[in-house]
């Protein structure tokens, strides 16, 4: 079983920055693809971003150029560095793990998740 535990979430005002860290405990076989995604209130549940274990990223087309994803293998820990945000990237966002040799972008892939840490943007 793999446990992912969010953090760093808030409040930002828009064009602000915010980073969020997902560690993940439990089977490393299971965690080689990290990924990002994030659901407002009313949406589904959509792909922000993912990293490969050898550090290959994807991205969506709305957080391209202002998000970047990172790792760090040896903590168990994923990065999302969170640039110019704006209103429309007020969500909750959710850390997963998928076995993938490669990032991927559909949810069906990620077979664990976090429990999701809230990102509010103000204008």
Do not use: H
């Amino acid at each position: 079983q793999v446990q992912l535990r969010e953090s760093g979430g808030g409040l930002v005002q828009a064009g602000g920055s915010l980073r969020l860290s997902c560690t993940a405990s439990g089977r490393p076989g299971s965690t080689i693809t990290m990924g990002w995604f994030r659901q407002a209130p009313g949406d589904e549940r959509e792909f922000v971003g993912a990293i490969g274990w050898s550090a290959g990223t994807r991205y969506a087309d709305s957080v391209k150029d202002r998000f970047t994803i990172s790792r760090d293998n040896d903590q168990n820990t994923v990065y999302l560095q969170m640039n110019s945000l704006k209103p429309d990237d007020t969500a909750v966002y959710y850390c997963a793990a998928s076995n993938t040799a490669v990032p991927v972008t559909t949810r069906s892939w990620y077979a664990y998740w976090g429990q999701g840490t809230q990102v509010t943007v103000s204008s």
